[in-house]
């Protein structure tokens, strides 16, 4: 737990609530969290899926590891330390996401386990829908993919901390959904993840 800094902060509560936002936009947020080693897929599924729930006219946001790591988080980055804070800054924005009704797709490594324990807990918290999906590809598939060239340079010393590699990678014990992109196409891996959701309430008139 992340200890609180600033003095003298109190939440402040509006007069418009969950539920309001959720009726507004016809479905409730929820946070999808998808973890698998770097070229597993975890981006891959999120963007197709991101496009179906869009044609079925459910509002969603995607949050990518790349992405945020050029903007709010590009003062982290890949030690240990470092990836705990990435992740936990990361819980808190698709926390407000999902507060706003939004169906966050959020696509990390996110090599630790108790990191995407503290990002469910902070959602369960506050009464909010945690999906964790676990992208499971194996390592060699992951790196015979390469498509950035990262396991490459990874291997020649050239990244640090890279997971896989020189860093572990703590594989979900109990995901609510697991996507084995080595074996399904993307079509199966999306119509998994929206059977979830559907048997979830998550797809749904309010």
Same mark, same amino acid.
């Given at each position: 737990?992340?200890? =609180?800094?600033?003095?003298? +902060?109190?939440?402040?509560?509006?007069?418009?609530?969950?539920?309001?936002?959720?009726? +507004?936009?016809?479905?409730?947020?929820?946070?999808?969290?998808?973890?698998?080693?770097?070229?597993?897929?975890?981006?891959?599924?999120?963007?197709?899926?991101?496009?179906?729930?869009?044609?079925?006219?459910?509002?969603?946001?995607?949050?990518?590891?790349?992405?945020?790591?050029?903007?709010?988080?590009?003062?982290?980055?890949?030690?240990?330390?470092?990836?705990?804070?990435? *992740?936990?800054?990361?819980?808190?924005?698709?926390?407000?996401?999902?507060?706003?009704?939004?169906?966050?797709?959020?696509?990390?490594?996110? !090599?630790?386990?108790?990191?995407?324990?503290?990002?469910?807990?902070?959602?369960?918290?506050?009464?909010?829908?945690?999906?964790?999906?676990? +992208?499971?590809?194996?390592?060699?598939?992951?790196?015979?993919?390469? !498509?950035?060239?990262?396991?490459?340079?990874?291997?020649?010393?050239?990244?640090?901390?890279?997971?896989?590699?020189?860093? !572990?990678?703590?594989?979900?014990?109990? !995901?609510?959904?697991?996507?084995?992109?080595?074996?399904?196409?993307?079509? =199966?891996?999306?119509?998994?993840? *929206?059977?979830?959701? +559907?048997?979830?309430?998550?797809?749904?008139?309010?």
């Amino acid at each position: 737990m992340t200890e =609180q800094i600033a003095t003298n +902060v109190h939440w402040h509560h509006g007069e418009i609530s969950r539920a309001d936002r959720y009726r +507004v936009l016809g479905q409730k947020g929820a946070t999808l969290w998808f973890t698998g080693f770097s070229g597993s897929g975890k981006s891959t599924v999120a963007v197709a899926l991101e496009n179906e729930l869009l044609k079925r006219g459910r509002l969603t946001y995607r949050l990518d590891g790349d992405n945020i790591r050029l903007g709010i988080n590009k003062n982290l980055g890949f030690t240990a330390a470092d990836r705990t804070e990435n *992740i936990r800054r990361i819980g808190e924005i698709a926390k407000l996401f999902t507060d706003a009704g939004v169906i966050a797709l959020s696509s990390f490594i996110s !090599p630790y386990r108790a990191d995407r324990d503290a990002v469910r807990t902070l959602h369960a918290d506050s009464g909010m829908d945690f999906i964790e999906i676990y +992208v499971d590809c194996p390592l060699e598939e992951a790196e015979k993919r390469d !498509p950035k060239g990262l396991y490459k340079k990874a291997r020649a010393g050239q990244i640090k901390n890279f997971t896989g590699i020189d860093d !572990p990678y703590e594989a979900p014990e109990a !995901p609510e959904l697991v996507l084995k992109t080595a074996e399904m196409t993307l079509q =199966q891996e999306v119509d998994a993840v *929206i059977a979830l959701m +559907v048997k979830r309430g998550l797809i749904l008139d309010i």
